[in-house]
Nanobody
């Protein structure tokens, strides 16, 4: 199973930006789509964004579209999530995932904490 390693989480003030990265151990059919979910305390895990390995087809959650941008560095098997205009409600553990479908992942990273202070 492909291994996914996230980086880039941290503490930021409201209105600030963070960039998350996720590196996959290999490029296979299981990484056709790579992307992000997040889970806030006491809430269910929710979809954030995903990108196909051509780097062109991107899917966003409606609530985050316009503030978040997902990109893919295919030769490095890496996906990035640029998060701008962060809000306290964006505070969550962000999980990188990969799979054959844009909103349904089979492999997961360990998660990285993002905390937005007001």
């Amino acid at each position: 199973q492909v291994q996914l390693v996230e980086s880039g989480g941290g503490l930021v003030q409201a209105g600030g930006s963070l960039r998350l990265s996720c590196a996959a151990s290999e490029r296979t059919a299981s990484t056709y789509y790579m992307g992000w979910f997040r889970q806030a305390p006491g809430k269910e895990r929710e979809f954030v964004a995903s990108i196909f390995w051509n780097g062109i087809n991107r899917v966003y959650s409606d609530s985050m579209k316009g503030r978040f941008t997902i990109s893919r560095d295919d030769p490095k098997n890496t996906v990035h999530l640029q998060m701008n205009s962060l809000k306290p409600e964006d505070t969550a553990v962000y999980y990188c995932g990969a799979g054959l479908r844009p909103r349904n992942f089979d492999s997961w990273g360990q998660g990285t904490q993002v905390t937005v202070s007001s």
